[in-house]
C-alpha cells in the first residue's frame, strides 16, 4: 500500500512538471530522412514486370548506370533470351554475356560474372564507357548513337572507331549508322584494313554485328511501347 502511494505520488509530480521540448529536425536531417525513405521504397517497392522476369534488377541497374533499362532488356533477349546460366563457346557467361576480360577490367572477382545482377550491372558499366569512348556528339540522332554503341558491345569498340576513322577519311559521316556500317563491311577488303589509320585490322564480322544492331534495335523499339521508362 505504501509502494502504490509512494509510485503515484511520483506519477502526479511527473505530470505536473513542463515536458522536455524536442528540437525540430535541422532541414540536413529532414532532407536525410526523404531520402533514407525514398531509398527504402525503392527497394521494397516492385514495380510489375511488362518484359521480362528481370524488369525490377534492369530497372535498378539501369538508373545507377545511366541506362535505359528497356534498352538493356532488348540486349538481354539478343544475347540470351534471357538464359541466366547461358555460357558460350567464347567464355561469355550469363544474360548478357558478359566475358571475363570485361570482369577484369572494372575489377570485378570473374567469378561472379555468373551471378546475374553483377552480370547486369557489367553490361550497364561497359555501355556507359563505351559511349563516353565513342565520343558522339549530342546532336547525333538517338538511333545512329545507340546503334553504333551497340555495334561497339558487340563488335569491339576498336573495329568500330576504324570504321569511323575509315569514313571521316572519305568524307562519309562517322556519326552516321548507315556510313559506319558499309565501312565494317568494307573492312574484309585489304585495301581498306590494309590502310594506315586502320588500327585494329581486318573484320570478317561485320554480317553478324550488323543483323545483331538491327535485333536489337527492333526489340527495344517494341519494349518502349509497352513499358515506361521509368
Given at each position: 500500500m505504501i509502494l502504490a502511494v509512494v509510485l503515484a505520488s511520483v506519477y502526479e509530480s511527473f505530470q505536473g512538471q513542463a515536458q522536455p521540448i524536442l528540437a525540430a529536425p535541422t532541414v540536413e536531417e529532414a532532407v536525410a530522412a526523404d531520402q533514407a525513405r525514398d531509398e527504402q521504397m525503392a527497394v521494397t517497392v516492385e514495380l510489375p514486370c511488362v518484359i521480362s522476369r528481370f524488369d525490377n534488377i534492369m530497372?535498378?541497374?539501369?538508373?545507377?548506370?545511366g541506362q535505359d533499362w528497356?534498352?538493356?532488356s532488348a540486349i538481354a533477349y539478343s544475347e540470351s533470351r534471357f538464359i541466366e546460366n547461358l555460357n558460350s563457346c567464347r567464355g561469355a557467361k550469363g544474360i548478357m554475356q558478359i566475358r571475363p576480360v570485361v570482369a577484369r577490367h572494372?575489377?570485378?572477382?570473374?567469378e561472379s560474372i555468373e551471378q546475374t545482377e553483377t552480370n547486369i550491372r557489367l553490361a550497364g558499366m561497359l555501355l556507359a564507357?563505351?559511349?563516353?569512348?565513342?565520343?558522339?556528339?549530342a546532336s547525333t540522332p538517338t538511333t545512329d548513337r545507340l546503334s553504333i554503341i551497340l555495334a561497339s558491345y558487340n563488335?569491339?569498340?576498336?573495329?568500330?572507331?576504324?570504321?569511323?576513322?575509315l569514313a571521316r577519311s572519305e568524307g562519309a559521316n562517322p556519326n552516321s549508322w548507315s556510313d559506319v556500317s558499309r565501312y565494317l563491311r568494307l573492312m574484309s577488303d585489304p585495301a581498306?584494313?590494309?590502310?594506315?589509320?586502320v588500327q585494329s585490322?581486318?573484320?570478317?564480322?561485320?554480317?553478324?554485328?550488323?543483323?545483331y544492331v538491327n535485333e536489337v534495335m527492333s526489340k527495344y523499339a517494341q519494349y518502349c511501347k509497352i513499358a515506361t521508362l521509368a
Open positions: 530497372r535498378m541497374v539501369g538508373a545507377e548506370e528497356r534498352l538493356m572494372f575489377n570485378v572477382p570473374v564507357e563505351l559511349e563516353s569512348m565513342l565520343r558522339i556528339p563488335a569491339g569498340i576498336g573495329h568500330v572507331l576504324d570504321a569511323r576513322r581498306y584494313y590494309e590502310q594506315d589509320i585490322g581486318k573484320f570478317t564480322g561485320s554480317g553478324q554485328t550488323l543483323s
